[in-house]
């Protein structure tokens, strides 16, 4: 394959901008083109998550391009969660039981700043702002843009279009509208949505609350959480139906009833938010979603990737880093492939799809997990366990949670049919009195191991694996 070939890239967010980085590095000429303005000039936040859970897979990304240390720089470590009761009692839970592994809260701005930066150091990729895409001919590898500005309207081409263009995707549309080929596409919502609150730093720039943990309100049906920016602040998330309950967005429309209610849900966060009010009627409320469809890939023309293939709920922290995986994945198969885009599409969606739907279920499960499960005494004894085994036994047990998130050489597919069998024999034989936190660790392994292997069985029986 001639490395003078020219490929389109329609959206630079986090996965199109390291995308552009990594096809600049392999010698593409690389376009990219961005319907919002450059973030690095102008603030276009707009209740879009601020920061977001960056951890191992994402980190993989980041050697593969050779900026992990800019990128560490940027990273505030979180080494568990903050629980925080009504009471305003708080209790640490920590993410591993391995002293190394943890999350990190990373400013979605710096990052993507960063890596827009990194890719035009490279002379061959190119970055156009101000450009919407309004619709992809994938038959003739062409697509149709509007500017912004001037509102005129033009067609640029090329050997191969890939488009990170999130949930919204352009290219995605065309494929659904076209009815050129067989497309499947669902888009499911949760009955919650999502507001974007801040707790501001002190005065002196510190942090008002504990700084190096993601902070979880946990109430049954809805949830407040933080994660701790660089300058002494945190970003702060309301997740709450929009119908259902005392309280809801639907609902929550004067000043008086929001703080009403997190003076009833909330009153420790709500100490460190004066300026909850304020927040909460500047910020737009926003929806969650899943998006899976196929194929991603219409022949060697035209790729989906990142959000424009598989957007998912922010619960699992790992929508930021499932898209860099992708660009590793797409990588590796371009090692094998190179010279021929249909095999190179193929193959990519051959071995990532089954992880990308895997973790897209694994983030609905931990909603439900976040806003409710944490609270409970079971769920509680259930992560002391295994706590305690990560630490005694570091290379013989990993929790779903570390399978998913700290373990990057295991597809996504494989932790998640791993971890829930774990899950399910722990929560089993607690419940049934089989295993207690106070029993002997070892016994408590072997225990949890033969449940595990005959829970994995009986899913390979019933076709589940």
């Given amino acids: 394959m001639s490395k003078q070939q020219n490929i ?15 096809l600049g590095q392999r010698g593409y000429n690389v376009t990219v083109y961005e319907m919002r303005p450059d973030l690095r000039k102008t603030d ?5 998550s601020i920061n977001l859970a960056f951890s191992d897979r994402g980190n993989k990304a980041m050697k593969l391009v050779g900026i992990e240390d800019k ?26 039981g391995r002293d190394h592994e943890y999350i990190n809260s990373i400013s979605r701005e710096g990052l993507n700043s960063l890596l827009l930066d990194e890719a035009e150091k490279h002379n061959n990729v190119t970055i156009h702002f101000n450009k919407k895409c309004k619709s992809v001919d994938f038959e003739n590898t062409t697509a149709l843009f509007q500017d912004y500005n001037t509102k005129k309207e033009f067609i640029e081409d090329a050997d191969c279009i890939i488009a990170t263009d999130g949930a919204g995707s352009a290219l995605r549309k065309s494929y659904y509208l076209g009815k050129k080929f067989l497309f499947s596409f669902s888009q499911n919502y949760l009955n919650h949505g999502y507001k974007e609150l801040s707790i501001l730093p002190t005065k002196t720039g510190d942090y008002k609350t504990y700084k190096n943990a993601l902070h979880i309100w946990p109430r049954g049906d809805f949830m407040v959480i933080a994660l701790p920016n660089l300058d002494g602040s945190f970003t702060v998330t309301l997740f709450l139906s929009y119908d259902e309950g005392e309280y809801n967005f639907n609902n929550l429309t004067t000043p008086e009833r929001v703080t009403e209610f997190f003076q009833k849900e ?10 909850l009010v304020d927040d909460f009627f500047k910020n737009p409320t926003a929806p969650l979603g899943t998006v899976k469809c196929s194929p991603w890939h219409y022949k060697g023309n035209t790729l989906l990737m990142g959000d424009s293939a598989h957007a998912i709920v922010p619960f699992y922290g790992q929508g930021m880093n499932a898209s860099f995986e992708d660009v590793v994945e797409f990588d590796a198969v371009l090692d094998k492939h190179e010279g021929n885009w249909e095999t190179v599409f193929s193959e990519y969606e051959k071995t990532r799809k089954k992880d990308t739907d895997a973790i897209a279920d694994l983030a609905i499960d931990n909603f439900h997990e976040m806003k409710d499960h944490v609270g409970q005494e079971i769920f509680q004894e259930k992560r002391k366990i295994e706590m305690a085994l990560e630490k ?4 013989e047990y990993s929790s779903k949670y570390s399978l998913v998130t700290f373990n990057e ?17 722990i929560l089993n034989m607690l419940s049934d009195g089989i295993i207690k936190p106070s029993d002997n660790l070892k016994d408590i392994l072997n225990k949890v191991k033969l449940e595990t292997e005959a829970i994995l069985e009986d899913d390979r029986i019933a076709g589940l694996k």
């Fill in 8 to 22: 389109l890239i329609i959206g630079a967010g986090l996965c199109g901008s390291l995308l552009a980085l990594r």
């Fill in 71 to 96: 990128v560490k720089a940027l990273c505030i470590p979180m080494n568990g969660r903050m629980i925080h009761d009504k009471e305003g009692n708080t209790f640490l839970s920590n993410y591993s």
């Fill in 266 to 275: 909330f009153p420790d966060a709500l100490t460190l938010m004066p300026n």
């Fill in 44 to 48: 276009i936040s707009a209740g879009r």
């Fill in 392 to 395: 005694e036994f570091p290379n």
């Fill in 409 to 425: 050489h295991i597809g996504y597919r494989e932790a998640m049919l791993r971890g829930r069998a774990q899950d399910k024999a």
